[in-house]
């Protein structure tokens, strides 16, 4: 079966911090990846998603960049964070094409990022 | 432009009745329409999808309506339970650029008491 692991689940960071999210897929093979990000009592708003590795589409204009070392491995990253970056980041695979199914995303726990 | 939303941002039920939740959409072009259920701090988890080219699809105490013409979603669930307590999302799937391009709606929160 497959599996999505996210980390660290939480994390406090000052203004102008570096950052860095990680995301694993385990048992699949060339998954779609995205990362979103939820803010407080809102829907998901797409920041990025990968079709392969070094391959990086970016949704809107942001603090923030994303990077695919590995087929099932992606990275969320800032070199200085912002407050406006506070939010709920979450990391989601997907099979390539639909599949037959309705390409669902499956997510993963989630990053709870708190700026001060 | 694209957009899902609903029409409800909370939904308050008594235990054991049946909660109705609704969605609009303005892109008759997706391919798919899902619905996701979130709890408190975690990601959300697929609950059902429809194909575009269908009506109604059933699941286990769940049943999701697609009405076309008025471009509407709703995720019936029967037998409410307070487990079932969550915020559901509604999504448009298309598949676009080689990706699954997923776009969600506001969120509904159910709320469910004893």
């Known amino acids: 079966s497959q599996t999505i692991h996210q980390w660290p689940a939480t994390l406090v960071q000052p203004v102008g911090s570096p950052l860095s999210l990680e995301c694993t897929v385990e048992?699949?093979?060339?998954?779609?990846l995205y990362w979103y990000r939820q803010a407080a009592g809102r829907g998901l708003q797409l920041l990025f998603y990968?079709?392969?590795?070094?391959?990086i589409s970016s949704e809107v204009p942001q603090n923030l960049s994303a990077s695919r070392p590995q087929d099932r491995q992606f990275i969320l990253s800032s070199k200085k964070l912002l407050l406006s970056d506070s939010g709920f980041y979450l990391c989601?695979?997907?099979?390539?094409?639909?599949?037959?199914?309705?390409?669902?995303?499956?997510f993963g726990e989630g990053s709870r990022l708190t700026v001060l | 432009g694209e957009s899902v939303g609903l029409h409800l941002p909370t939904l308050s039920v008594q235990e054991g009745d049946n909660s109705i939740i609704n969605c609009a959409y303005s892109n008759s072009a997706s391919d798919y329409f899902i619905w996701y259920k979130q709890e408190s701090g975690k990601g959300p988890q697929f609950i059902i999808d429809?194909?575009?080219?269908?009506d109604k699809r059933q699941g286990q105490r769940v049943t999701v309506l697609l009405n076309k013409t008025v471009k509407h979603l709703s995720l019936q669930i029967a037998a409410t339970q307070p487990g079932d307590s969550a915020v559901y999302f509604c999504?448009?799937?298309?598949?676009?650029?080689?990706?699954?391009?997923?776009?969600f709606g506001a969120g509904t929160r159910l709320a469910v008491h004893p």
């Open positions: 990968s079709v392969g590795i070094g391959q």
């Open positions: 989601a695979w997907s099979r390539q094409g639909y599949g037959g199914g309705s390409g669902e995303l499956f």
């Open positions: 999504a448009e799937s298309s598949f676009s650029g080689g990706y699954n391009k997923l776009i």
């Open positions: 048992g699949t093979s060339n998954p779609n």
């Open positions: 429809i194909r575009s080219n269908m």
